[in-house]
């Protein structure tokens, strides 16, 4: 199982960004899959998780304004974020549980299986 991060980078405040994850080693269709972020000093975060049935939850401080979705085809999980606030800025990991399901654990992370190296993000003028 391989799961590899891309598109991190600096952007403005109120700007836009995706992060993608390509996967290997199981479909994205069937498995729990998402994005965590970290940011040091803090508690790891839950971003945004999608089920086998593309049923997503989010955490409250990104509802509204970040959209995660899959591409069954490419086998990758993609997080697209808009209205950029300084406090996005983080380490964000692609994860995957080998459940069909998220909300066994979700917004915690004990139900994770794997999770790829992290792509940074800085949101900063």
């Known amino acids: 199982v391989r799961l590899e991060e891309s598109g991190g980078g600096l952007v403005q405040p109120g700007g836009s960004l995706r992060v993608s994850c390509a996967v290997s080693?199981?479909?994205?269709?069937?498995?729990?899959t998402g994005w965590f972020r970290e940011v040091p000093g803090k508690e790891r975060e839950g971003v945004a998780v999608i089920d086998s049935d593309g049923f997503s939850n989010y955490a409250d401080s990104v509802k509204g304004r970040f959209t995660i979705s899959r591409d069954g085809p490419k086998n990758t999980l993609h997080l697209q974020m808009h209205s950029l606030k300084p406090e996005d800025t983080a380490t964000y990991y692609c994860v995957a549980a080998m459940s069909a399901e998220c909300y066994t654990f979700w917004p915690g992370s004990d139900g994770l299986d794997y999770w790829g190296k992290g792509t940074s993000v800085t949101v900063s003028s």
């Open positions: 080693g199981f479909s994205v269709s069937r498995y729990c």
